[in-house]
């Protein structure tokens, strides 16, 4: 295999500034890269770092809005980049929308677009409102129009860019995100988990981990609580993450048996994790959904919702559930569940086999190479 240099583009990663799946994404995929290739990963933060073969480059932008943040984080990302462009970078590789600005500058370069998601996706499938979704829905369609080759994580986002950003089908190569499992299999006492929560240990623990946002469908869950209980009255329900919808479903609550923790450590979200009889995954719009490889990673059962990412990966009733964006229908998806309960043990060891199989990083830089060298070539 020919060795290349590579710089990736991407406003988080795992070891600088973390904001979501993002994160993770890149990070993992930089790591299976550098084990053949030299990578630089152009990213924000207080200090450069090297961590299993990757050069972290950090940057510390400023801006009065998200927009102008990431202008100034481009400029910062373009400066560091051409004091490492000797010998000069073979592939440029951006994630999302964060560094198109910067793309624009290395536009006569070899370059990739990832799409994770787009900003028509982040607000729940819906046209925003407000100036910041106009901007940054025109950077994702410049960032398409200008890179070398797009990589979407499902087909499901491949056709929404299409559909969106007028993308040719054969521009897009589809290449799915990974999960390392062995992070997120723990082997805990679940009674004693559920017990620091002040749940029987013997009572289901439903189990919702993401942003607390309209596209992740938080309310959607909190509203299938009551429909839950008619019949699974001893259910229980934890919600980790923040976000802007936190505080209003807080209120939502009233007398429901629920916990919204906010904001967990990556630790005690595994122990939550392995916990957990279910995982409910009650998204809008998902185009991947990391968070199902993370609870078939644990062996969990999970319920998701027919969307995206989620639809193609989960066979139904074979290693999840999936139903519609409702209450009534996740509602009837947990129940399911927790009727027969032999499920949430089959359901989550089907999952797991289906990681093993299709989804170790690994495999996923191994096409991620191929499609690099397609544009090499």
């Known amino acids: 295999m020919e060795s290349l240099k590579i710089a990736f583009f991407s406003w988080e990663s795992l070891y600088t500034e973390r904001v979501g799946g993002l994160a993770n994404a890149a990070t993992h995929l930089a790591e299976n890269l550098a084990m053949d290739h030299e990578v630089h990963f152009f990213t924000r933060g207080s200090e450069d770092l090297e961590i299993k073969g990757v050069q972290y480059h950090c940057c510390q932008p400023s801006g009065g809005n998200i927009v102008e943040f990431c202008r100034d984080m481009s400029q910062k990302m373009v400066n560091r980049f051409q004091r490492e462009d000797s010998p000069h970078f073979d592939i440029l590789h951006f994630h999302d929308w964060h560094g198109v600005e910067a793309l624009h500058v290395l536009k006569d370069r070899p370059t990739i677009l990832s799409f994770h998601s787009t900003e028509y996706g982040r607000n729940g499938g819906n046209f925003g409102d407000w100036w910041e979704f106009g901007e940054i829905s025109g950077k994702e369609w410049y960032g398409g129009l200008i890179a070398k080759k797009i990589i979407a994580v499902s087909h499901t986002l491949k056709s929404e860019v299409g559909r969106l950003y007028q993308i040719p089908s054969e521009k897009v190569e589809v290449v799915p995100n990974g999960v390392v499992p062995e992070v997120f299999k723990a082997y805990v006492d679940p009674g004693e988990v559920k017990r620091r929560y002040g749940i029987h240990p013997l009572a289901p623990l439903i189990f919702f981990c993401g942003r607390m946002v309209f596209q992740k469908g938080p309310d959607i869950l909190m509203d299938a609580i009551p429909e839950v209980q008619r019949k699974h009255w001893d259910a229980r329900f934890i919600f980790a993450g923040e976000g802007h919808m936190r505080q209003w479903l807080t209120d939502r609550r009233g007398n429901l048996p629920a916990q919204l923790l906010g904001w967990i450590p990556d630790s005690e979200y595994v122990r939550l994790l392995n916990a957990s009889d279910v995982v409910v995954i009650p998204s809008r719009n998902e ?17 998701a919702t027919d969307v995206g990412g989620l639809a193609e990966n989960i066979e139904n009733f074979m290693d999840g559930v999936k139903v519609y964006p409702t209450a009534e229908s996740v509602a009837w998806g947990i129940s399911h569940v927790l009727d027969e309960r032999r499920y949430l043990n089959s359901y989550g060891k089907e999952g797991r086999k ?24």
């Open 354 to 377: 289906k990681v093993d199989r299709l989804f170790k990083w690994d495999a996923i830089a191994n096409r991620v190479n191929t499609i690099y060298m397609s544009v090499l070539a």
């Open 287 to 303: 185009p991947f959904g990391l968070v199902l490889l993370e609870a078939w990673s644990a062996e969990r059962c999970v319920v």
